[in-house]
């Protein structure tokens, strides 16, 4: 009898020393995170700066505004890495959220949820889809759609009543435009909206999700500011660029490079921007009650040029041209944050 508990019991010791081991080594890091979170917190409130991707990034740190926090000057948090800092005097929490909608949105929820934000600015570039807009220019939309939500249908098939408009692909073909095409049609539907103060579990629809009036008319203050019109010496736009504040953007998990989806996507909701991310920010932010903005730079034509697209090229110039509106915007804000 004895050897039958011995063993038992050996098992069972060295099973929790194996289960302590993979936990504990684990939250260590995240503790870790935490105690500085709760450190920096304690200096806020702050302004949270959600940008994309590396080239974004870099553009950003070239503007040289960025002060590091000498203490923490960062913190990192389930993979990304949140930097601790001021812009002229104004603290300022940054990240790099990553490409797509899911990433936006799961920092965008991280950066209100650990830190002490009082609202989000969001940049980075764009396509450009509104002939009146080149590249190089700035937007700094007032609102934006999500248009990734579709009920796709075989060509017999009825689209919703209330879906928010529809793409008929039939309309597209070539040479014969009235044909048969058996990609159907796609309808745009709407967001399930959660905010905070909304009724628990209870979704409103929305297409269109506002940014922050009184932000927008802070940011109508840089228009006519001046921006770069060349990548080098031998790389320059014809025009020089410009701010636009009060247009509408567009989202979805989609690089838009099609002259055909460019003109409709314009000709439908009127959308001058296209880009991957900046609805699921604007979303996340309005759904925890926090301002936000979005700069914008417009890197291409999202399809509409002849020749290859021109986001290489004026990709760097045109993050350039939106971080330097981020940081005149930031300027621009109350010192004592209450524009927050």
């Not at 870099?58 to 948090?77: E, Q, R």
């Amino acid at each position: 009898m004895a050897e039958k508990q011995v063993i038992p019991c050996f098992l069972i010791l060295v099973l929790f020393s194996l289960v302590t081991m993979h936990v504990s080594a684990f939250p260590s890091n995240r503790i870790k995170s935490l105690s500085i979170i709760r450190e920096v917190n304690r200096q806020g409130p702050y302004l949270g700066l959600i940008t994309v991707y590396p080239p974004e990034e870099n553009s950003f740190f070239a503007t040289g505004a960025f002060k590091p926090y000498g203490k923490h000057p960062f913190v990192d948090l389930s993979g990304r890495r949140f930097r601790i800092g001021k812009i002229r005097e104004k603290k300022v929490i940054y990240v790099r959220c990553g490409v797509g909608m899911v990433n936006a949105a799961a920092a965008t929820q991280q950066m209100v949820d650990m830190f002490d934000v009082k609202g989000i600015v969001h940049f980075g570039i764009a396509g450009n889809v509104n002939n009146s807009m080149s590249i190089g220019d700035v937007t700094i939309p007032k609102e934006f759609a999500h248009t990734g939500i579709w009920d796709w249908l075989n060509p017999d098939e009825t689209l919703p009543s209330n879906d928010i408009a529809q793409l008929e692909f039939g309309n597209y073909n070539v040479p014969e435009k009235d044909g048969m095409n058996l990609l159907g049609h796609i309808g745009y539907n709407y967001e399930q909206f959660y905010y905070e103060s909304g009724k628990p579990n209870s979704a409103t629809p929305l297409f269109w999700a506002q940014t922050s009036q009184a932000w927008l008319q802070v940011a109508a203050g840089l228009e006519g500011m001046e921006l770069e019109k060349c990548v080098n010496s031998s790389s320059c736009l014809p025009q020089k660029p410009k701010l636009v504040v009060g247009l509408k953007g567009s989202t979805a998990n989609i690089f838009v490079d099609n002259a055909a989806y460019r003109d409709f996507l314009y000709q439908t909701f009127a959308v001058s921007s296209v880009a991957m991310e900046s609805a699921s920010v604007v979303m996340t932010s309005l759904s925890n009650g926090v301002p936000v903005i979005v700069i914008r730079g417009l890197s291409d034509l999202a399809g509409g040029q002849k020749g290859q697209n021109a986001i290489q090229n004026f990709g760097p110039l045109a993050a350039l041209n939106a971080a330097k509106a981020v940081v005149q915007f930031i300027i621009k804000l109350p010192a004592d944050n209450s524009g927050y």
